[in-house]
C-alpha cells in the first residue's frame, strides 16, 4: 500500500501551472485564454453565420448541399450493429484510464519539444515554470503533482505506476479497435464512416453554417451521418487512432535504435509531441460529440447506440445512465486501487505488456549513428545526489581514494581505482539517452568498455546478472541498484564512463564513474557506482525485483516501450 506523504522518498507535492505554448522566441501565451477568445468567436460566428443565411445566395448553396451525402447502399450502412454499440462503451470505458494515465506520464516531465533535445527554453509547450538557475534541478524535480482524479495515479513522480495503465489498457485498446475494424469492414458499415463522395466537403460547409446559424440542419444518423459529421468520426478513426498508436511507438527506445533511418530524422521529442496533440484531437472530439447527442435528439441519439433502435422513448437514456455508473465507478475506483495494491498494478501491467516488450528487449543499437555535431547541449541532471559522508570525503579529495570493487561470482577479483581504470583500454561512444520521465539526450561518453571488465574478471558459469551498487542512496533512503543480465556486459556499447563529452564526470552526472547501458532506460543507468558484483540471481538484493526503482517506484524490470 502507498502512503501518499512518503511516497518517493516524501517528495513535495508541487502543483504546475496552465499549459502555455510558445509564441515566438520567448513569449507564452496562456491557453486558459482560448475559453473567453474562444467564446468570443462563437458568437461572432454565430452573427455572421446568421447574416450569411439571408444571403440568396447562401440559400442556394444550402439547397443543392442540405448535409447528407445519401449513401448507396443503406441496407448496409443503416442502424447501429450490436457489435458496433459494445464496442462503443469499451472504447468510452478504456479512454478514460488511457488519457489519465497519459496526462500523468505527461507531468512527469511537463515539457513538449520539437527537437530530440530536451534543452530549456527550446520546449514549445509547458504545464511548469521555466527552469531554474540551479545547476543541479534534476528532471525528478521538475515533475509536478495532478489532482488524484485527473492523473492516475494522481501522485507526483508517480510515472511507473501511470505506464502500467497506460501501456496496458492501450494494448487493450488497440485489440478492441482491431476487432472493430474487422468488422468494420467485413459488415459493409465501413460505409458509415468513410467519405465516399467529394460531394462531403461542400455539405460539410453547409452543415457548419446551419449550426453556426442556430438552424439546425435535418438528418438521419440512423441511415447517415451529415457530412461534417462524417468527416469527424473518419479522422478520428482512420487519422487521429493509428496516429496514436504510430506515434506512441515512436517514443518507445528499442524501436529507435532499431529503425534508425526513421529515429534519425523523426525524434522521439517529435513523436512525443504528435502523441500530445492526437490527445488534443481525441478531448475536443469527445466534448463536441458528447454536446451534439446532447442537443440533436438526446433521446432518438441515445437509443440509436444503446439498444439500437431507430425510435423515441426512454431505454436509451436508462442504459446510457448505468453505463455512466460503470464509468464513474471505473473513474472513482482507479486511483484509490491503485495506492491501496500497486504490486497488483504492475503485474497485470507485466502481464499484458510483457510478452509484446520482449520482442523489443535484445534489438540491437548500433555504434555511429550519432556524431559530435550531434551532441545535446544540456543533458538533464536526475537521480537522488550522494550526501554521505563517504561520498562527500572522496568528492572533497578529488577521488584519490576511490577504488571500484568488482566481485562476486567471479574468478579474478580486483579493486581499481581511478588511475588504474584509466590505464585500462580507452572505450567511447556518442549515443542518445532515453529517459523514462520522457526527456532525451545525446552526449559522448569515454570510459572502459564492459567487455574488457568482463575479460578481466572472468565470470564463473553460474553468474547470470551483473549488480551495479551506487555511493547513492534511493529516495527512500537504502542503496540505489540496479540488476543487468550479463549478456548486455559484452554488447558493444555498454560501458563504464567516467568521461563526458571529453570531460571528466561532472558530480551531478555520476562522478566518479556511471554506467552506459544503451539497451536499457536511463534510470538503470547507475551513477556514482560503489561497487559491481556478478550473481547467480538477484532475489535477494532489495525487494527482489532487480533494481530500486522497481522496489520502491513500481518500474518494470525492463521498459524498452
Request: charged share 15%; glycine share 8%; aromatic share 14%.
Amino acid at each position: 500500500m502507498i502512503d501518499p506523504v512518503t511516497w518517493a522518498g516524501s517528495i513535495p507535492q508541487v502543483n504546475g501551472i496552465a499549459p502555455r505554448v510558445r509564441v515566438g522566441r520567448s513569449s507564452w501565451f496562456n491557453l486558459l485564454w482560448l475559453l473567453p477568445i474562444g467564446f468570443v468567436l462563437l458568437i461572432v460566428a454565430v452573427a455572421v453565420a446568421k447574416g450569411l443565411r439571408n444571403q440568396p445566395t447562401v440559400q442556394h448553396f444550402i439547397a443543392r448541399y442540405p448535409g447528407t451525402v445519401e449513401p448507396s447502399h443503406p441496407d448496409v450502412s443503416s442502424g447501429f450493429p450490436v457489435w458496433l454499440r459494445l464496442q462503443h462503451f469499451f472504447n468510452l470505458f478504456l479512454l478514460i484510464f488511457i488519457i489519465r494515465a497519459g496526462v500523468q506520464i505527461l507531468s512527469d516531465h511537463p515539457r513538449l519539444y520539437w527537437t530530440r533535445h530536451s534543452t530549456p527554453g527550446t520546449d514549445w509547450f509547458r504545464i511548469q515554470n521555466p527552469v531554474p538557475a540551479d545547476p543541479l534541478w534534476t528532471a525528478k524535480q521538475d515533475s509536478i503533482s495532478l489532482p488524484a482524479q485527473v492523473g492516475l495515479p494522481g501522485l507526483r513522480h508517480s510515472i511507473g505506476l501511470a505506464r502500467w495503465w497506460h501501456l496496458g489498457v492501450d494494448a487493450l485498446w488497440l485489440l478492441n479497435g482491431a476487432v472493430f475494424y474487422v468488422l468494420l469492414l467485413a459488415t459493409g458499415h465501413w460505409r458509415h464512416l468513410v467519405p465516399t463522395s467529394w460531394a462531403v466537403f461542400p455539405n460539410a460547409v453547409s452543415v457548419l453554417l446551419q449550426y453556426l446559424s442556430l438552424n439546425w440542419p435535418v438528418d438521419n444518423g440512423w441511415v447517415a451521418y451529415n457530412s461534417l459529421q462524417l468527416l469527424a468520426y473518419f479522422i478520428t478513426v482512420f487519422v487521429a487512432a493509428p496516429l496514436a498508436l504510430i506515434t506512441g511507438l515512436g517514443m518507445s527506445p528499442a524501436l529507435s535504435t532499431r529503425f534508425r533511418w526513421i529515429s534519425t530524422r523523426f525524434s522521439i521529442q517529435t513523436a512525443r509531441s504528435l502523441h500530445f496533440l492526437v490527445l488534443v484531437w481525441f478531448l475536443v472530439f469527445i466534448v463536441i460529440h458528447t454536446a451534439m447527442v446532447f442537443t440533436t435528439g438526446l433521446l432518438v441519439n441515445l437509443n440509436h447506440i444503446y439498444p439500437g433502435k431507430n425510435v423515441h422513448g426512454w431505454l436509451g437514456l436508462l442504459l446510457f445512465l448505468a453505463s455512466m455508473v460503470l464509468v464513474v465507478a471505473g473513474w472513482a475506483a482507479a486511483t484509490p486501487f491503485t495506492l491501496r495494491h500497486p504490486r497488483v498494478v504492475q503485474r497485470v501491467g507485466q502481464a499484458i505488456v510483457g510478452p509484446l516488450q520482449h520482442l523489443f528487449e535484445h534489438l540491437d543499437p548500433k555504434p555511429g549513428q550519432y556524431s559530435e555535431a550531434d551532441i545535446s547541449p544540456y543533458f538533464w541532471h536526475n537521480g537522488q545526489y550522494p550526501d554521505s559522508d563517504e561520498y562527500k570525503a572522496l568528492f572533497d579529495g578529488r577521488f584519490a581514494d576511490y577504488r571500484l570493487r568488482i566481485n562476486g561470482l567471479v574468478d579474478n577479483p580486483v579493486e581499481l581505482d581511478l588511475t588504474q581504470l584509466r590505464a585500462l583500454p580507452h572505450h567511447d561512444q556518442i549515443t542518445q539517452h532515453f529517459c523514462i520521465q520522457g526527456w532525451s539526450g545525446i552526449a559522448k561518453w569515454g570510459g572502459i568498455s564492459m567487455r574488457t571488465i568482463v575479460d578481466l574478471v572472468k565470470p564463473l558459469p553460474e553468474a547470470r546478472w551483473v549488480v551495479f551498487y551506487s555511493l547513492g542512496e534511493g529516495a527512500d533512503k537504502g542503496v540505489y541498484y540496479d540488476a543487468h543480465p550479463i549478456e548486455h556486459m559484452s554488447h558493444h556499447l555498454t560501458m563504464l564512463a567516467y568521461d563526458m563529452n571529453d570531460q571528466p564526470l561532472s558530480f551531478g552526472h555520476g562522478a566518479p564513474l556511471r554506467l552506459r547501458n544503451e539497451i536499457e532506460l536511463g534510470f538503470k543507468q547507475v551513477k556514482w557506482i560503489k561497487g559491481i558484483e556478478f550473481v547467480a540471481q538477484y532475489d535477494e538484493l532489495g525487494s527482489g525485483r532487480g533494481g530500486y526503482n522497481q522496489d520502491h517506484e513500481f518500474f518494470g524490470y525492463r521498459q524498452s516501450i
